[in-house]
């Protein structure tokens, strides 16, 4: 009979709190977004502008037109696209009439001797290191070729010697690489010229501290926003559980 009562009055208390908890539970807790619609296309000129800088890349890529090649081989998730994105201070290096002297369309095939028509991860360029020279979208004797060395990717245009110093996006089918030098293509360049780059004849603008920055566009996770608004019902559910623990301990307590 006790026992019996006990067991009503816990079922009356539990009733009470769920009911509690339920009403307190505010019935405003929007449902969570849905995640915004992953678009399957990496938009070049966005991820260009915000790494980097790389605006004087970006400036050639569009003045040439060749962001129109570089995206829509983008989009062609079978075979992707590699680029070797040149820092501006790897403009800053060079000198001016070595790019301001260029036709049209040998800038442009400057431009597009920067990109491979394949997506490859760094590991894959130990296997591209064996094949001799690898084409590039410059086609024809735009060749480059490429050495893995412990790890590190070094790149020679024939006429450029440089190496990919960081990872801007590597997810197929897109890898952005950022290298030290602009690729100078021996066919436009020959051989001829001295590959040691000219001493930077621009003293007045001090090129910029060229810390690697290790700024991925894939590092922007974001982070999903914790809603606040459950606190409140959460702590009611918690009271209404205790309510019900001590209740039972009072019951065992009656019972024994
Ligand atoms: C890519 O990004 C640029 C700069 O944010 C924007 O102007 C352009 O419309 C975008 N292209 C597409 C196809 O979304
Ligand atoms: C690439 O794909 C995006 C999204 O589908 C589209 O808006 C854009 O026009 C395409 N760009 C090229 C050059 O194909
Ligand atoms: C570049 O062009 C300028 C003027 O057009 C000329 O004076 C200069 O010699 C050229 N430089 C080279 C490396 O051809
Ligand atoms: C690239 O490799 C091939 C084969 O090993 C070689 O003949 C060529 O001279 C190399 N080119 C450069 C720019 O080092």
Redesign the pocket.
């Known amino acids: 009979m006790e026992f019996s009562m006990i067991f009503i009055v816990s079922n009356i208390m539990l009733l009470f709190s769920s009911a509690f908890a339920k009403t307190a539970s505010p019935p405003s807790l929007s449902p969570t977004p849905a995640p915004a619609p992953a678009?399957?296309?990496v938009?070049l000129t966005e991820l260009l502008s915000v790494a980097g800088p790389f605006h004087t890349f970006l400036g050639y890529l569009e003045s040439t037109k060749v962001?129109?090649?570089?995206?829509?081989q983008?989009?062609?998730t079978e075979e992707g696209i590699t680029i070797f994105v040149p820092k501006d201070s790897a403009f800053n290096a060079i000198k001016k009439t070595t790019l301001s002297n260029l036709t049209s369309n040998q800038l442009k095939q400057v431009i597009l001797f920067h990109a491979l028509p394949h997506f490859y991860s760094l590991a894959e360029f130990t296997s591209l290191s064996q094949t001799s020279s690898t084409p590039t979208f410059a086609g024809g004797d735009y060749t480059l070729n490429f050495t893995d060395d412990s790890g590190t990717v070094h790149i020679n245009s024939g006429w450029s010697k440089t190496r990919v110093s960081s990872a801007v996006h590597s997810t197929d089918p897109v890898a952005i690489y950022q290298v030290d030098k602009v690729l100078l293509p021996e066919a436009i360049f020959g051989t001829d010229i001295p590959p040691a780059p000219a001493p930077a004849p621009t003293p007045d603008i001090a090129p910029a501290a060229d810390s690697p920055t290790e700024h991925s566009a894939d590092s922007k996770a974001s982070s999903p926003s914790s809603t606040h608004d459950g606190s409140s019902s959460h702590k009611l559910i918690s009271y209404g559980i205790w309510a019900n623990l001590v209740l039972a301990t009072f019951g065992v307590l009656v019972l024994f």
């Open positions: 678009p399957d296309f938009n962001i129109d090649t570089f995206q829509n983008a989009n062609n």
